[in-house]
């Protein structure tokens, strides 16, 4: 829910790799050991040409599964993810960009914390991303980022905000020599 999963996506692919590698092996190995025999067995064969128009519909069939599955695929590939306004009482309104900017602001008074990056998710959620300064007390960090969420999470009036927090560390300022 707080991070878009690409498990689906990564599953599908890699299924379809591995079949196509055993596919593209089984053909290899035939091919190298030269044997003068059908792919598939001749009953098997026999009996696909004895019901040719079931066999014709099933590939068809699978085919146009093959298809739909693949623009679906594609098309939750290609959707970008949604960052919600949210009803408050009496009818107002927050955008996703307002919470976020307040979110950041906030964050970045953390003490250690150089930067932050807020994005409103789901319904509400929020993924922040803190860049910390060389030699942050993360555990402190960590302490104030909850008093952040807490003012959130008051502000907004609902007892749980999900939250997914990566913290990066600063890379060290370069040093010149002389």
């Known amino acids: 829910m707080i991070a878009r999963s690409y498990r689906l996506e990564r599953v599908c692919a890699a299924t379809l790799g591995l079949v196509a590698l055993l596919v593209g ?6 091919h190298l050991a030269r044997v003068d025999r059908p792919v598939l067995d001749p ?18 069939l699978l085919g146009l599964l093959l298809v739909v599955v693949g623009l679906w695929w ?11 306004d949210l009803d408050l009482a009496d009818g107002v309104v927050v955008t996703s960009d307002a919470l976020a900017d307040a979110v ?15 994005k409103v998710i789901g319904e509400p959620a929020l ?13 402190a ?31 060290r300022d370069r040093q010149r020599v002389r």
């Open 127 to 139: 993924r922040l991303k803190l860049t910390l300064r060389q030699g942050a007390d993360v555990r």
């Open 104 to 118: 950041r602001a906030d964050a970045e008074q953390v003490d250690g914390v150089s930067s932050a990056a807020v």
């Open 25 to 30: 092996g089984g053909a290899l190995a035939l």
């Open 74 to 84: 594609a098309w939750r590939a290609v959707t970008p993810e949604k960052h919600p």
């Open 141 to 171: 960090v960590w302490q104030e980022l909850d008093g952040v969420l807490g003012r959130a999470r008051e502000a907004l009036g609902v007892r749980v905000l999900p939250a997914a927090v990566r913290l990066d560390l600063a890379a």
């Open 43 to 60: 009953d098997v064969l026999d009996r696909l040409r004895d019901h040719l128009l079931a066999t014709r519909l099933a590939a068809l």
